[in-house]
């Protein structure tokens, strides 16, 4: 079974940079495609980025396009979300995702099989 866990949310500047990280335990991470997601207060969850299981294939949210980076390290069992030139709108709760199916970036929250609990991230000055 596997487990996700996110960490490295916390407070940032606007025009600020963050990484977050996923670490997975309880399974091989190579085997699965890894979607990312956040939820604002008061709004539904929305997919910002998605990877495959290679790390060959990427996609991200308009919203986000040209200032997050997704990326992974198969041998740490680790995924990672860079995000720099942050905004007050990027404010959420960013949660990882983990499924052997390939949904791209249109991935149904309910269809995703592993879910973290989610990290806190803050852009505010």
């Known amino acids: 079974q596997l487990q996700l866990v996110e960490s490295g949310g916390t407070l940032v500047q606007p025009g600020g940079s963050l990484r977050i990280s996923c670490v997975a335990s309880?399974?091989?991470?190579?085997?699965?495609?890894i979607y990312w997601f956040r939820q604002a207060p008061g709004k539904e969850r929305e997919g910002v980025s998605f990877?495959?299981?290679?790390?060959?294939?990427?996609s991200y949210a308009d919203s986000v396009k040209g200032r997050f980076t997704i990326s992974r390290d198969n041998a740490k069992n680790t995924a990672y979300l860079r995000m720099d030139s942050l905004k007050p709108e990027d404010t959420a709760i960013y949660y990882c995702?983990?499924?052997?199916?390939?949904?791209?970036?249109?991935?149904?929250?309910?269809?995703?099989?592993?879910w973290g609990q989610g990290t806190q991230v803050t852009v505010s000055s």
């Open positions: 995702a983990a499924d052997t199916a390939y949904y791209g970036l249109g991935a149904p929250p309910d269809g995703l099989d592993y």
């Open positions: 309880g399974s091989t991470l190579s085997y699965y495609n």
């Open positions: 990877i495959s299981a290679s790390g060959g294939a990427t």
